[in-house]
């Protein structure tokens, strides 16, 4: 069966101390899964659409533990690869509290999906019936093969007529500034949406701009793009931020509420605005995708995990106007 929308990239399993603890002095560990295409397709899939996560899992518990974990979440696995050798990737996250910032320690090298190449996925077959392809700036930073695999897939996606949309999503972690940019450079001839924050664009396309509509402008122009989002944080406190974004389209600037957000766990918080976004322009509103991007996002971090466990009448709800009491 054709999916809406298609999503490309990898999944680890995340692995937390519990009450603020530093992972030098837990004793147990809280276990979600999470990456920033399959919480993307996972948010999509909260709010009524049909969709589909691309990658390659090793064929062992763990791996069956991602699939299944998206499977529960309404993602279909169908394209997923699964090979005998390789591994999962893992990560773990430690809670912060002001002034000790979260903090995220990564244990993915030589991956499953870090080995992927070009021809390994049937991408024709993958798009066939699609609508909408999304990827972020994660997946080519892993590997040169894992970039090569990307240009083929925005390729592909363009060749069967997709929509698609790229989000920035600069980790210094995995890749420095000059490959990053020389890479997403190239991605932007394949790329309708580009979402990102204002950091990330000095640091990936050396852009700075007077403001953050000013900065939007000049990234639309230089790369031609439909759309350009960009969201804004500020964060006083680690666990109370205030979470807003705008959007750049054809010279005009769209923006939407500002909302305070008391933080349970931001992780996977902009995926959640990408598949908000995603879920208003495929109706052809930007508006409507910014209002549901930014309160899926919102409400993504009230939850724990990477996934946003919402529905749409939640989202729906709180754009009317959000109210605190107890529901009974």
């Avoid at 979600?32 to 062992?60: D, I, M, P, Y």
């Avoid at 050396?206 to 122009?221: M, N, S, T």
């Avoid at 389209?249 to 976004?277: M, P």
Wanted: with cysteine; aromatic share 8%.
């Amino acid at each position: 069966m054709p999916h809406e929308v298609v999503t490309f990239g990898e999944a680890m399993v995340r692995l937390s101390p519990a009450g603020f603890r530093r992972l030098e002095q837990t004793r147990a560990l809280e276990l979600f899964v999470g990456g920033a295409e399959l919480n993307t397709a996972v948010g999509l899939a909260r709010l009524g659409h049909s969709t589909a996560w691309v990658s390659r899992l090793t064929r062992n518990p763990l791996g069956r533990l991602i699939a299944n974990h998206a499977r529960e979440a309404g993602v279909n696995t169908e394209h997923v690869l699964w090979t005998d050798s390789d591994r999962v990737g893992v990560y773990f996250l430690e809670f912060g509290a002001a002034p000790r910032a979260s903090s995220v320690l990564y244990d993915r090298k030589d991956s499953a999906i870090a080995n992927i190449r070009p021809g390994m996925v049937n991408w024709s077959t993958v798009f066939s019936g699609a609508k909408w392809f999304h990827v972020t700036g994660i997946t080519p930073a892993l590997s040169s093969t894992a970039a090569e695999a990307t240009r083929e897939a925005l390729k592909a996606a363009r060749t069967a007529g997709l929509q698609t949309s790229i989000d920035l999503n600069y980790r210094a972690k995995l890749w420095s500034p000059a490959d990053a940019g020389r890479w997403m450079t190239e991605f932007m001839q394949y790329c309708d949406v580009l979402i990102t924050t204002e950091e990330d664009v000095e640091r990936v396309f050396g852009i700075e701009g007077v403001d953050y509509e000013d900065l939007a402008a000049q990234v639309a122009k230089r790369f031609s793009l439909s759309v350009v989002a960009i969201t804004l944080r500020e964060n006083p406190l680690v666990w109370k931020n205030s979470w807003t974004a705008i959007a750049h389209q054809n010279g005009k600037v769209f923006r939407t509420r500002t909302y305070e957000v008391e933080i349970v766990d931001r992780l996977g918080a902009g995926d959640s605005f990408a598949a908000g976004l995603i879920h208003g322009l495929l109706e052809g509103d930007v508006q409507r995708g910014l209002d549901f991007g930014v309160a899926a996002s919102a409400l993504k971090h009230s939850i724990p995990g990477d996934f946003d466990w919402i529905t749409r009448e939640e989202v729906e709800n709180l754009l009317m106007g959000p109210g605190l009491r107890i529901s009974r």
